[in-house]
C-alpha cells in the first residue's frame, strides 16, 4: 500500500415505556446553527497565495473571504500513522508520525502536493479555495469545500446594538435555555467524493446500510449522544452513537472522511451526477463547536480505507475468549437464586452459556458498586458459583451518581471537586436519572480518571471478583430532566470546556476510565470487557457496543443487521443487538428467528425489558427451545473462527462482520445488500427478517463457489429454503474454516478442544485458511504465547495435499486436528495418509458421500503446533 495515503485538512481559526416522543429531540430547524448552515450560500473563501509556507509534511496557507479570515494545515500522513489531538481534553487519538511531501509546485492559480512515495497528489485551487485529492491512479476522488460551503462562526464579545442570527447569543428548547456566552461557534464544510454514487457510515442510525440522500427529503444525519428508547426506524433520528465517518465505493475504488469533532453534529448528504454526467456523493459536515478537521481516506481499496481508518481511530484489542460467546439478560434477575436458576437453567436444558448480567436493581437504591443487601447478600458466593461453571458475570454501572451524602462514591467526588458544574463554573450540574437527584462525573478532570479507576480493584468494589465485568449505559449521558434527555450543553467541564464542545465523547471518556480501572484490578494480566451504549471515535479501543432499546418487532430484527454492519465500516466491530428486542413480547417465531441472526453478528445477547415476560429459551416450545439451542451451539462451534478474526482485525482493521460488497468489490448489483452479510471472507449469511418466511432469495457472488453451512454440498445464487429451524448460511469456495465440535457450557472450557475443519475447494480444487487460539483470558499473548497454524489444500491432479503448519507463536497448544470435512470433492478417494516430521507415514480413516461430494477424514490426531502432511489419492 502507498505510504502518504491518508491525508489531515485541518482549518483553525486565527482568532416511562412508551414510543419515542419526537417532540423531545430537536430538528435541525430547531437548531438555530443547523438552520444558518444547511442554507447557507458559497461562502467566497480564497487562498491569500503570499501567505503559503510548505516544508517537510505540512502545508500552510491563509484562507480569507469578507468576514473570517483562516489557517489551513494540509498534513501529509503514511498509512500506520494518526493525528494528534486537536481538543482541549486527555488524548483518546495515538500520536501520528508525518510522511514529508515528495514534491511541491505553487503556480499562479494552485498549488500541486505530490504526498508520500510519489503517488497521492494534491490540488489546492486559489479561488474559489477547494481541496482536490487524486488517488495513485491520477483519478479525482475527493474534494473539500468544491460546494464553497465552508462556514465558521468565530467566538466574540457581543456588540450592543448589533443585530445576530436568531440563536447566536442564546437559544430555546421546550422549556429549556441554552446560554451562549461566547456566541454560536459553529463550523461545516462540504466534501464530495468524485465518481462515487454510493456511500455508507455516519452511525448510529436506524436507518439503511447504504446513506440515503438527504437534502430536499429530510432532516440531516444527526449525530449527538441521546437516550432515544423504542426508536423509529428509516429515519436521520440522533442515536446513542456518533461516528462521523463516511466511505464511499464503487467497482473497485473505496475513499473516505473522517471529521474529527465531538460537538453536534448534522450532515447532509445528496448522491447526483454533474453535468458531464460523472456521478458524485456530497456530504455536507454541519457541527455546533470545534475546528474543521478532516482525515482523507485514499484507498484504493475498500480493505486500504479500511485499515487507514483503523490507523487514525484505533482497532478493538483481543477480547476475551468468553465475550464472544452468549450473554444472558435481563431487567433485571431478581436475587442470587434467580442467577443460579438462570446458570442451571442453561446446563439442564444443554445450552451453553456464558455471561448472566444484572441491571441497575442489583445495586442498593441505584448506588453503583454496592449491591441490594436483601437481594444479593453474599455476591462473592454466587460469582464464584457462577465462576464454577466457567461462566462470568455483569454488572451495570452508570454514570449518575445518586445525590446522597451516605453514598461514598458521591461524598469522594463531591469532596474533591469531580463533577461537571452549571453554567456558572461552580455549582455541581444535577439532573434526575435512575436514583433520582443525580450528579456526573466530568472525565476531563485530571483526578477523576484515577478516582474512577481505583473503583474498580476488589477492595473498592466490595462483592466483586475478577469474575465479574461491566455494563457503561446511560452514558451519552442520559438526564431525564435535561434538554433532549441529556446535559445542558452550556455545562462546564475542567478547563472550562462548555458540554457543548465534547458531547458527543462523554459516554468513551467514561467507558475509557472503566477499562482502565479493569484493566488495573489485576495489574494488567487480564483483559477487560465494557459494554458501552454511547460511543464515538476510538470506542472500539477500550468497549463493545450495542444497538440500544430495540423493540420485539420484525423490522427491529431487519434493521438490527445494517446497524451493526454500518457501525463495523466505522471501525466499531465488537456489535450487536439485543436478541429479541429489549421493549415488548416477541412470539416464538420472531425470537427464534432473531436468535438465528444473531448467532452471526459480533455481540452476541438476550435482553429484556423489566415488563416483558419472561423468556429464557427453556422457557419456550419444545420446538422453538430446541431451534434456539441450535443457534447457541452454532455460534459456539465457530468460536475459533470468530476468535481469528477478531485477532486479524487487530492488525488489518477489517471488522468480523462486513458487507458483501468488502469481499466482492466489483461487484455493483450488491452494493446496497443489507439482508445478507459476511462473516470474515468466508461465510455469507441472509437473515430471515419477514414474518412467516420460509423461502428467500440469496444473491451468491457467482466468482466463487459456494456451499451449504450445514450439508455442505455446493449451491448457486437463487431461492432457498428456509423452514423455521434454519437460516441460509454459506461457506466461500477455497476457504478452510476452523470449528470446535465439542460443544461445552462455556466458551473457556472448550479452549483446548480438538478442531474440525471444514474445506471447501475453490474452482481449481484448493483452499486455505488459518486459526489464532492462546489463553483466551489474559495479555500473555503479547509475550507471543499464542499459536497460529495455517492450513492449504492442494489440487495436485490425482492427489491432493492438506498442509498443515505452525506459522507462529510460542504456546504449547493441546489442540489438534479431531475430523477434516473437505467439500466439492469430485470423486472417492483410494487411500489417505498422513506424515509427521520423523514419523511414519500412517494410513487414516475416510468416508465419502457421492450426494453430497462431501470426503471425512477422522482423526489425524495432528496437534496445531506442528507441521503434517495429508496426502489424498485418487
Known amino acids: 500500500m502507498a505510504a502518504g495515503s491518508c491525508l489531515a485538512i485541518i482549518l483553525l481559526l486565527s482568532g416511562a415505556v412508551e414510543m419515542v416522543k419526537r417532540e423531545d429531540f430537536k430538528t435541525c430547524d430547531q437548531s438555530s446553527f443547523c438552520k444558518r448552515h444547511r442554507n447557507v450560500k458559497e461562502t467566497g473563501y480564497e487562498l491569500l497565495s503570499n501567505t503559503i509556507s510548505s516544508h517537510g509534511a505540512e502545508y500552510t496557507a491563509n484562507l480569507q473571504n469578507s468576514e473570517n479570515t483562516l489557517k489551513l494545515t494540509i498534513t501529509g500522513l503514511a498509512d500506520s500513522t494518526i493525528q494528534n489531538d486537536i481538543f482541549p481534553t486527555p488524548s483518546f487519538a495515538q500520536t501520528p508520525e508525518p510522511l514529508a511531501f515528495k514534491s511541491f509546485d505553487n503556480s499562479g492559480s494552485e498549488s500541486t502536493i505530490i504526498a508520500g512515495d510519489g503517488k497521492i497528489k494534491v490540488v489546492v485551487s486559489f479561488k474559489p479555495f477547494v481541496v482536490n485529492v487524486f488517488n495513485e491512479f491520477g483519478e479525482l476522488v475527493s474534494q473539500v469545500n468544491r460546494d464553497g460551503k465552508l462556514k465558521i462562526e468565530e467566538f466574540r464579545t457581543k456588540e450592543e446594538g448589533k443585530e445576530y442570527p436568531e440563536g447566536f447569543w442564546e437559544e430555546h428548547f421546550k422549556s429549556f435555555k441554552d446560554s451562549k456566552p461566547y456566541g454560536s461557534s459553529s463550523v461545516g464544510v462540504d466534501i464530495s467524493f468524485v465518481n462515487f454514487k454510493t456511500a455508507y457510515g455516519l452511525p448510529e442510525h436506524a436507518d439503511s446500510l447504504a446513506l440515503r440522500t438527504t437534502v430536499g427529503n429530510t432532516d440531516p444525519y444527526r449525530l449527538y449522544n441521546l437516550d432515544v428508547f423504542e426508536y423509529e426506524l428509516n429515519n436521520p433520528m440522533a442515536l446513542y452513537v456518533a461516528v462521523p465517518y463516511i466511505l464511499a465505493h464503487r467497482a473497485n475504488r473505496s475513499v473516505g472522511a473522517l471529521w474529527f469533532n465531538a460537538a453536534e453534529t448534522w450532515v447532509d448528504t445528496q448522491s447526483s451526477v454533474t453535468s458531464h454526467n460523472v456521478p458524485h456523493f456530497d456530504a455536507h459536515f454541519i457541527s455546533e463547536s470545534g475546528l474543521v478537521d478532516i482525515f482523507l481516506f485514499v484507498g484504493p481499496s475498500v480493505r486500504d480505507v479500511q485499515r487507514q481508518n483503523s490507523k487514525i481511530s484505533g482497532v478493538t484489542p483481543l477480547p476475551p475468549l468468553f465475550s464472544i460467546g452468549y450473554h444472558q439478560c435481563r431487567w433485571n434477575y431478581n436475587d442470587e437464586q434467580d442467577v443460579q436458576q438462570v446458570n442451571q437453567g442453561f446446563d439442564d436444558h444443554d445450552m451453553p452459556m456464558d455471561v448472566i448480567w444484572l441491571d441497575i436493581e442489583h445495586t442498593d437504591g441505584k448506588k453503583y458498586f454496592t449491591w441490594d443487601q436483601h437481594k444479593f447478600a453474599h455476591p462473592i458466593e454466587m460469582l464464584d458459583k457462577v465462576a464454577a461453571k466457567g461462566r462470568k458475570m455483569v454488572t451495570i454501572i452508570d454514570p449518575h451518581i445518586k445525590k446522597d451524602d451516605g453514598y461514598y462514591v458521591y461524598k469522594d467526588a463531591k469532596d474533591k471537586g469531580l463533577f461537571v458544574k452549571r453554567a456558572d463554573g461552580t455549582t455541581d450540574f444535577e439532573g434526575h436519572c435512575w436514583p433520582g437527584a443525580s450528579e456526573y462525573l466530568d472525565f476531563w478532570h485530571p483526578e477523576t480518571r484515577s478516582y474512577w479507576k481505583d473503583q474498580f480493584t476488589f477492595e473498592r468494589y466490595v462483592g466483586s471478583t475478577k469474575d465479574l465485568f461491566t455494563w457503561n449505559d446511560m452514558n451519552e449521558p442520559s ?16 478547563g472550562g470546556i462548555e458540554h457543548r464542545e465534547v458531547h458527543n465523547m462523554y459516554g468513551m471518556m467514561y467507558h475509557s476510565a472503566t477499562f482502565d480501572g479493569l484493566l488495573a484490578r489485576t495489574n494488567g494480566q487480564d483483559r477487560p470487557f465494557i459494554l458501552s451504549r454511547s460511543g464515538f471515535i476510538g470506542t472500539q479501543r477500550t468497549a463493545a457496543i450495542w444497538t440500544g432499546d430495540n423493540t420485539a418487532e420484525w423490522g427491529h430484527l431487519e434493521i438490527a443487521a445494517p446497524m451493526v454492519l454500518s457501525l463495523s465500516i466505522a471501525g466499531i466491530p465488537f456489535v450487536g443487538a439485543d436478541v429479541g428486542g429489549f421493549f415488548g413480547n416477541p412470539d416464538e417465531q420472531l425470537l427464534t428467528r432473531w436468535y438465528q441472526a444473531g448467532a452471526y453478528q459480533p455481540f452476541f445477547r438476550g435482553h429484556a425489558h423489566i415488563d416483558t415476560k419472561r423468556r429464557e429459551p427453556w422457557l419456550l416450545s419444545e420446538q422453538s427451545k430446541n431451534i434456539v439451542r441450535e443457534a447457541l451451539r452454532s455460534r459456539y462451534a465457530l468460536l475459533p473462527f470468530w476468535y481469528t478474526l477478531f485477532q486479524e482485525h487487530t492488525s488489518n482493521g477489517l471488522p468480523p462482520m462486513r458487507p458483501l460488497f468488502y469481499e466482492f468489490p466489483n461487484d455493483d448489483s450488491i452494493l446496497e445488500e443489507q439482508k445478507q452479510w459476511m462473516v470474515g471472507s468466508d461465510l455469507l449469511v441472509r437473515a430471515v427478517v419477514e414474518k412467516d418466511t420460509y423461502n428467500v432469495q440469496v444473491n451468491l457472488p457467482t466468482s466463487e463457489r459456494w456451499y451449504d453451512w450445514v450439508v455442505g454440498n455446493e449451491v448457486k445464487s437463487g431461492y432457498f429454503d428456509a423452514p423455521i429451524d434454519k437460516i441460509p448460511v454459506f461457506q466461500r469456495g477455497g476457504s478452510i474454516i476452523p470449528t470446535w465440535q465439542r460443544i461445552r457450557r462455556a466458551a473457556p472450557l472448550m479452549k483446548d478442544d480438538p478442531l474440525t475443519l471444514f474445506v471447501a475447494l475453490n474452482s481449481d480444487g484448493n483452499a486455505k485458511g488459518q486459526v489464532y487460539l492462546d489463553d483466551g483470558k489474559t495479555h500473555d499473548y503479547q509475550k507471543e504465547l499464542y499459536v497460529r497454524a495455517s492450513f492449504v489444500y492442494k489440487n495436485e491432479g490425482k492427489r491432493a ?68 502432511q495429508i496426502h489424498i489419492d485418487f
Not at 510460542?810 to 479431531?818: G, R
Open 479 to 494: 438526564v431525564f430532566s435535561g434538554p433532549e434527555i441529556t446535559m445542558d450543553k452550556d455545562a462546564i467541564h475542567y
Open 801 to 868: 495435499t492438506i498442509l498443515g503448519e505452525h506459522i507462529g507463536g510460542k504456546l504449547e497448544a493441546k489442540n489438534w486436528i479431531e475430523r477434516i470435512v473437505v467439500r466439492g470433492v469430485a470423486e472417492s478417494p483410494k487411500k489417505v495418509e498422513i506424515t509427521r516430521v520423523s514419523d511414519p507415514v500412517q494410513p487414516l480413516e475416510f468416508s465419502y458421500d457421492r450426494d453430497s461430494r462431501v470426503l471425512i477424514i477422522r482423526k489425524p490426531e495432528a496437534l496445531i503446533t506442528t507441521n503434517y
